[in-house]
């Protein structure tokens, strides 16, 4: 369900390292709730046992376009840029995957994840992040 501000959400929040304006647009904090990406999110976070800096979730159209998204971007409805800083690639992958995420975009200082299903893309690094996410598929096979 979309809403034309994250203060416009009058539901019940459950995800405590997470707040509603961090998952909106950051241009006009238009939201997106999707409570089971959120709960998959809260979950990642809290296997990862480290906080998520999340530099994207929702964009709304004008935002996405001046930040060159892809035209039906994930972020249009709900997504995560997760920042890597502080974190170790494989183990943050881990978290995400075992909390239920399937696409992964990888790059040097972030990784994107959402619920499509068996996505992945490697923005920089392609030989390590293959190796990475190649081992993390493998071992939960």
């Known amino acids: 369900m979309i809403y034309k501000s994250w203060r416009n959400f009058e539901g019940e929040w459950q995800w405590r390292n997470f707040t509603a304006e961090e998952l909106s647009c950051p241009c ?3 939201f997106y709730y999707d409570s089971h990406s ?3 999110l809260q979950h990642a976070r809290n296997h990862a046992g480290k ?3 999340i530099n994207s979730a ?3 159209t004008k935002h996405n376009k001046a930040v060159h998204g892809a035209k039906n971007s994930e972020h249009l409805r709900i997504a995560f840029d997760i920042s890597l800083a502080g974190h170790d690639k494989e183990e943050l992958i ?3 995957f075992d909390s239920g995420f399937t696409t992964f975009g990888m790059y040097n200082s972030f ?3 959402d619920r499509r299903s068996y996505k992945k893309w490697y923005g920089t690094k392609q030989s390590i992040w293959q190796n990475i996410y190649a081992k993390i598929v493998k071992v939960r096979a």
Do not use: D, N
């Open 28 to 30: 006009c904090g238009e």
């Open 58 to 60: 929702h964009r709304c």
């Open 38 to 40: 959120f709960t998959m």
């Open 111 to 113: 990784i994107h994840t």
């Open 51 to 53: 906080a998520f800096v």
């Open 94 to 96: 881990s978290a995400l």
